[in-house]
């Protein structure tokens, strides 16, 4: 079984200022997907970045960018300059590279502080 | 284009009642999937389908809950004789293949 593990339930951080969220996951799997996706109060999940596990190179997205160590099955997200836009749900997701669906965690709230 | 839609966005139902959920994914993707979002959780797979065919519906909590998508395009999830605890905001999301998925905004049911 795949499980996905978000240790931070909330966190907070000063506008233009950075900050990094965590990801922990676990599966026997070799080859798999790695997300992250953001969902504002709106509630629209929005992809964020995106990471194949079988690229060592660290994805980067603008601002965004992650931080991926394969073999301590860690995914954590570095958001640069935080915008006021930036305050929402982050979760992080896994899937399989055979797999269809996502497991996710139970997603970080960040809130950009003015 | 257009994103993902569903509709309702909000739905009350009294315990018993049975609810239908539409999902109209991007155009042309082949993949969808259903989501159920508890309050204060991460959503958790319901069910999946490529083009018309249900490939995977592991997710589903009971046998209540049922989901089609006959042409391969619009998905409905239908919820027969709704308890309180299937509340929930109920996600689609679509895929062009099985990778990235795009979600669209959900329908929060709640069940009085």
């Known amino acids: 079984a795949q499980t996905v593990t978000q240790s931070q339930p909330e966190m907070s951080v000063q506008e233009a200022e950075t900050v990094t969220l965590s990801c922990t996951y676990d599966?026997?799997?070799?080859?798999?997907?790695l997300f992250w996706y953001k969902q504002p109060p709106s509630r629209q999940m929005i992809l964020v970045i995106r990471?194949?596990?079988?690229?060592?190179q660290n994805a980067t997205e603008n601002r965004f960018s992650v931080n991926f160590q394969k073999a301590a099955k860690s995914f954590s997200l570095k958001i640069s300059d935080s915008q006021l836009g930036d305050t929402a749900m982050y979760f992080c997701?896994?899937?399989?590279?055979?797999?269809?669906?996502?497991?996710f965690g139970t997603g970080t709230s960040l809130t950009v502080i003015p | 284009g257009a994103g993902v839609s569903q509709s309702p966005r909000y739905k009350v139902a009294k315990r018993g009642q049975d609810v239908a959920l539409r999902c109209d994914p991007i155009?042309?993707?082949?993949?969808l999937f259903w989501y159920q979002q508890a309050l204060g959780q991460g959503p958790e797979f319901l069910t999946y389908f490529q083009n018309e065919a249900q490939l995977d519906k592991s997710g589903l909590p009971s046998d209540r809950f049922f989901a089609e998508r006959p042409e391969g395009s619009v998905s409905t999830l239908k919820i027969q004789r709704t308890q309180q605890e299937d509340s929930a905001v109920y996600l689609c999301a679509s895929s062009p293949r099985t990778d990235t998925q795009y979600f669209g905004p959900g329908t929060r049911l709640t069940v009085l």
């Open positions: 990471q194949e596990a079988y690229k060592q």
């Open positions: 599966t026997s799997e070799n080859n798999y997907y």
């Open positions: 997701a896994f899937m399989k590279l055979s797999g269809n669906q996502f497991y």
């Open positions: 155009s042309g993707h082949v993949s």
